[in-house]
């Protein structure tokens, strides 16, 4: 008798079945589908190991089993699996490859895709006005009736940010965790799309069936909760992407790494190991979150006459947590101060990941009714941004808290690469109007670093290596780590956004490139500022503009008025009037000569004035404002 895999949707508060999977000749379905939890497992878990070998009868328990076994059957039927030929799956990475954001993964095999994880990058410096960038997803778009599903595999930004924007152009169900899912809820909500998007809540243990995938949710352990590695069972072997992780055998939340699955996956054959790489150049091991809870009780214990303010990251639930442990045990209320650390805080309090005292927890506006001594604020801006609390506290634009003599600050984060100057200019700015900065052993990493990934890759025993997340240097430090343990230096893939990954038991190489990229979010735009717009953008931010306005008359096209100049970013106007009054004399002989030659073509009248005014402000001043004449016909 066959079964069906239920999904426990607590989020919903309905039970959702998760679809059969499609009979193919290449794939069918055990009996007895179980999930596997971290329970202790009997000897029931023959018939769990039946079924994985079903989902891909090939290769499922890998290559080094199947080829010491005969082929099941006899005579023709044994003679035609032989010359069946493997099936293939694609991995194909839209982002995340060249830098640490935009997390985005597809994978095809047969009439299937399903994307692991949809997430944001934050802009550039060069990138003037630029709120958000995103994915470009033409590849889905243009296959959207194969694609079957998002799975996420936690809730931080760079993995869940862009749902909102891509889920209007491919609306599929979205599986994640508990947390990930209210965290993503919260946008979809903002964005006004909550209704319109499925959303089914999956449990550790738990798999669903999508197409031809099955995807299993594993536990691990990272700087937010309720993050999941995946185990992807395909027609062509078993994928294991681990998803932003670290090995830590005390966490503040829930239960340590299933490290005991992740060797059961090793032991019957996993094809390709994707292993974040975020901490690969960085030796050792990573420390536990609960070391940063220790150090937190040492500062609120040395500083008990002084207002503590500790900036961290909105979604870090566990640091958040230690924080108000602390207060708590010091008699210190707690004010929670940011928009988004407000939002996480809040849906994490809802769902039962973070405990509150009761009492503790109490509103900004009530701050001024308790001595500074007993408070704490929890807030935003560990990475610098201009218009996040601690940045508004430092530059004296908060409109609730100024920062006095005494106050203790501790930023919990390390700053992201390129951030470096903007927590630099905010520690300065603390510091200058008399606040005790502490930014040492105040923070631990959510990634996994050297031996760690060594571990994982000694349990696993991946056929091939995949390093993701990470820049090319965080990759291929990876990848040295990965030859280490014996992995074969062929077998280690180097991809870039875009490639198009073909793999099974026999080969695997890129076999095609598809765009890949980022689309600029600037405000309710999404797509429409481009190089052009951005180059513009830096022309006038760097070098100012001019603006030529003259008026013709429409039949003679005689000069009727100007050309008159307007400077803005330039230069100032009332230093440099002898300066205007050159151009401007420039501008008037350039115009004179067009209309002595006869010239009625606009668009060369504003050509000859661009080049006339821009030649003589090079050589007068070196600068290259952009010049944009304007012509008026009456």
Same mark, same amino acid.
């Given at each position: 008798?066959?079964? *069906?895999?239920?999904?426990?949707?607590?989020?919903?508060?309905?039970?959702?079945?998760?679809?059969?999977?499609?009979?193919?000749?290449?794939?069918?379905?055990?009996?007895?589908?179980? #999930?596997?939890?971290?329970?202790?497992?009997?000897?029931?878990?023959?018939? #769990?190991?039946?079924?994985?070998?079903?989902?891909?009868?090939?290769?499922? *328990?890998?290559?080094?089993?199947?080829?010491?076994?005969?082929?099941?059957?006899?005579?023709?039927?044994?003679?035609?699996?032989?010359?069946?030929?493997?099936?293939?799956?694609?991995?194909?990475?839209?982002?995340?490859?060249?830098?640490?954001?935009?997390?985005?993964?597809?994978?095809?095999?047969?009439?299937?895709?399903?994307?692991?994880?949809?997430?944001?990058?934050?802009? #550039?410096?060069?990138?003037?006005?630029?709120?958000?960038?995103?994915?470009?997803?033409?590849?889905?778009?243009?296959?959207?009736?194969?694609?079957?599903?998002?799975?996420?595999?936690?809730?931080?930004?760079?993995?869940?940010?862009?749902?909102? %924007?891509?889920?209007?152009?491919?609306?599929?169900?979205?599986?994640?965790?508990?947390?990930?899912?209210? !965290?993503?809820?919260?946008?979809?909500?903002?964005?006004?799309? !909550?209704?319109?998007?499925?959303?089914?809540?999956?449990?550790?243990?738990?798999?669903?069936?999508?197409?031809?995938?099955?995807?299993?949710?594993?536990?691990?352990?990272?700087?937010?909760?309720?993050?999941?590695?995946?185990?992807?069972?395909?027609?062509?072997?078993?994928?294991?992407?681990?998803?932003?992780?670290?090995?830590?055998?005390?966490?503040?939340?829930?239960?340590? /790494? $299933?490290?005991?699955?992740?060797?059961?996956?090793?032991?019957?054959?996993?094809?390709?190991?994707?292993?974040?790489?975020?901490?690969?150049?960085?030796?050792?091991?990573?420390?536990?979150?609960?070391?940063?809870?220790?150090?937190?009780?040492?500062?609120?214990?040395?500083?008990?006459?002084?207002?503590?303010?500790?900036?961290?990251?909105?979604?870090?639930? $566990?640091?958040?947590?230690?924080?108000?442990? @602390?207060?708590?045990? %010091?008699?210190?209320?707690?004010?929670?101060?940011?928009?988004?650390?407000?939002?996480?805080?809040?849906?994490?309090?809802?769902?039962?990941?973070?405990?509150?005292?009761?009492?503790?927890?109490?509103?900004?506006?009530?701050?001024?009714?308790?001595?500074?001594?007993?408070?704490?604020?929890?807030?935003?801006?560990?990475?610098?941004?201009?218009?996040?609390?601690?940045?508004?506290?430092?530059? #004296?634009?908060?409109?609730?808290?100024? /920062?006095?003599?005494?106050?203790?600050?501790?930023?919990?984060?390390?700053?992201?690469?390129?951030?470096?100057?903007?927590?630099?200019?905010?520690?300065?700015?603390?510091?200058?109007?008399?606040?005790?900065?502490?930014?040492?052993?105040?923070?631990?990493?959510?990634?996994?670093?050297?031996?760690?990934?060594?571990?994982?890759?000694?349990?696993?025993?991946?056929?091939?290596?995949?390093?993701?997340?990470?820049? %090319?240097?965080?990759?291929?430090?990876?990848?040295? !780590?990965?030859?280490?343990?014996?992995?074969?230096?062929?077998?280690?893939?180097?991809?870039?956004?875009?490639?198009?990954?073909?793999?099974?038991?026999?080969?695997?190489?890129?076999?095609?490139?598809?765009?890949?990229?980022?689309?600029?979010?600037?405000?309710?735009?999404?797509?429409?500022?481009?190089?052009?717009?951005?180059?513009?953008?830096?022309?006038?931010?760097?070098?100012?503009?001019?603006?030529?306005?003259?008026?013709?008359?429409?039949?003679?096209?005689?000069?009727?008025?100007?050309?008159?100049?307007? @400077?803005?970013?330039?230069? %100032?106007?009332? *230093? @440099?009037?002898?300066?205007?009054?050159?151009?401007?004399?420039?501008?008037?002989?350039?115009?004179?000569?067009?209309?002595?030659?006869?010239?009625?073509?606009?668009?060369?009248?504003?050509?000859?004035?661009?080049?006339?005014?821009?030649?003589?402000?090079?050589?007068?001043?070196?600068?290259?404002?952009?010049?944009?004449?304007?012509?008026?016909?009456?």
């Amino acid at each position: 008798m066959k079964t *069906e895999q239920t999904v426990n949707t607590e989020h919903a508060g309905e039970e959702i079945k998760a679809p059969r999977p499609r009979r193919t000749k290449n794939y069918r379905p055990g009996r007895n589908n179980r #999930s596997y939890g971290n329970e202790m497992r009997t000897g029931k878990e023959e018939k #769990s190991e039946k079924e994985e070998k079903a989902v891909k009868p090939q290769a499922a *328990e890998g290559q080094r089993i199947n080829r010491s076994r005969r082929p099941v059957g006899r005579g023709k039927r044994a003679a035609a699996a032989e010359t069946q030929p493997m099936p293939k799956v694609k991995i194909i990475p839209l982002g995340g490859l060249e830098q640490i954001g935009m997390n985005i993964t597809a994978f095809e095999c047969e009439d299937s895709i399903i994307i692991v994880d949809c997430g944001l990058a934050f802009p #550039s410096d060069d990138m003037l006005g630029i709120d958000l960038v995103i994915p470009d997803v033409t590849y889905l778009t243009q296959n959207i009736d194969k694609v079957k599903g998002f799975v996420i595999t936690h809730g931080h930004e760079d993995h869940i940010g862009a749902l909102p %924007y891509i889920l209007k152009q491919i609306n599929v169900p979205v599986y994640g965790t508990k947390l990930t899912i209210g !965290l993503i809820d919260n946008k979809l909500k903002e964005h006004g799309i !909550l209704k319109n998007v499925k959303r089914k809540v999956m449990k550790h243990g738990q798999y669903v069936n999508l197409g031809c995938f099955r995807v299993e949710f594993i536990k691990t352990n990272h700087s937010i909760a309720d993050a999941s590695a995946l185990a992807i069972f395909s027609p062509a072997g078993v994928i294991l992407h681990t998803g932003d992780f670290k090995i830590d055998y005390t966490p503040v939340f829930g239960d340590s /790494i $299933d490290l005991q699955r992740l060797a059961e996956l090793g032991k019957k054959g996993v094809l390709a190991l994707m292993c974040d790489s975020t901490n690969a150049i960085r030796p050792g091991f990573t420390m536990s979150e609960r070391t940063v809870g220790k150090t937190f009780d040492s500062i609120f214990s040395d500083h008990t006459s002084s207002r503590i303010i500790v900036a961290t990251f909105a979604s870090n639930v $566990d640091r958040v947590q230690q924080i108000i442990n @602390s207060a708590n045990k %010091y008699n210190r209320k707690v004010v929670i101060e940011g928009r988004s650390m407000v939002n996480v805080i809040t849906t994490a309090s809802e769902l039962g990941y973070i405990n509150i005292p009761e009492g503790t927890l109490i509103d900004i506006e009530q701050l001024k009714n308790y001595p500074e001594e007993q408070t704490v604020l929890i807030t935003t801006g560990s990475q610098g941004e201009s218009m996040a609390a601690l940045s508004r506290m430092a530059s #004296s634009l908060h409109r609730k808290v100024s /920062i006095m003599p005494g106050d203790v600050v501790i930023l919990s984060s390390t700053p992201i690469p390129g951030n470096e100057k903007a927590v630099s200019k905010v520690i300065n700015e603390l510091s200058m109007k008399g606040a005790e900065v502490i930014f040492q052993d105040t923070h631990v990493s959510g990634h996994a670093c050297q031996e760690e990934i060594k571990l994982l890759y000694s349990l696993i025993r991946p056929k091939y290596s995949i390093p993701v997340h990470g820049e %090319y240097r965080h990759r291929m430090a990876q990848g040295s !780590l990965a030859e280490s343990v014996g992995i074969p230096k062929e077998n280690v893939i180097m991809l870039n956004s875009g490639d198009v990954l073909e793999l099974n038991e026999e080969s695997c190489h890129v076999v095609d490139h598809v765009p890949a990229g980022g689309i600029l979010v600037d405000g309710l735009g999404v797509g429409d500022v481009g190089n052009i717009v951005l180059r513009d953008r830096q022309n006038l931010a760097q070098n100012g503009i001019i603006v030529v306005v003259l008026t013709l008359e429409k039949h003679s096209n005689q000069l009727l008025a100007g050309p008159d100049i307007v @400077s803005r970013g330039f230069v %100032y106007v009332r *230093e @440099s009037e002898d300066l205007l009054e050159e151009a401007q004399t420039v501008v008037d002989e350039a115009v004179a000569d067009c209309l002595n030659h006869h010239i009625a073509d606009w668009g060369k009248i504003k050509t000859i004035i661009r080049d006339c005014l821009s030649d003589f402000l090079w050589k007068r001043m070196k600068r290259s404002p952009m010049i944009l004449p304007i012509i008026m016909e009456v």
